[in-house]
């Protein structure tokens, strides 16, 4: 099984930016996509940003030109650059990682809590 930590989180001010990490721990050799989704409350989950193993990226409408997402396939770590942030950006923020082994599921990790308000 796989294992993700999320770190990172915090308080910014509008306008501000963070720095979400995603470390991926246990059997990582068959994790194919990773990405980030966000839970605002009162909200659905939505996608925030995926990144495929060779680095092919996809972006929520409402984050293109803001954030970033990348990967380092070395130390199985995917992070979250956010810039320019609002206070609808608040959220919690789960790291997730696709295995591609058929029957086997996808994991998630336990969220950070981002807060944007002044």
């Known amino acids: 099984q796989v294992q993700l930590v999320e770190s990172g989180g915090g308080l910014v001010q509008p306008g501000g930016s963070l720095r979400l990490s995603c470390a991926a721990s246990g059997s990582v050799f068959n994790i194919g996509l990773m990405g980030w989704y966000r839970q605002a409350p009162g909200k659905e989950r939505e996608l925030v940003a995926t990144?495929?193993?060779?680095?092919?990226?996809n972006y929520g409408d409402s984050v293109k030109g803001r954030f970033t997402i990348s990967r380092d396939n070395a130390k199985n770590t995917v992070y979250l650059q956010m810039n320019s942030l609002k206070s609808e950006d608040t959220a919690v923020y789960y790291c997730?990682?696709?295995?591609?082994?058929?029957?086997?599921?996808?994991?998630w990790g336990q969220g950070t809590q981002v807060t944007v308000s002044s």
């Open positions: 997730n990682a696709v295995v591609v082994v058929v029957g086997v599921p996808n994991y």
């Open positions: 990144i495929s193993r060779g680095g092919a990226t």
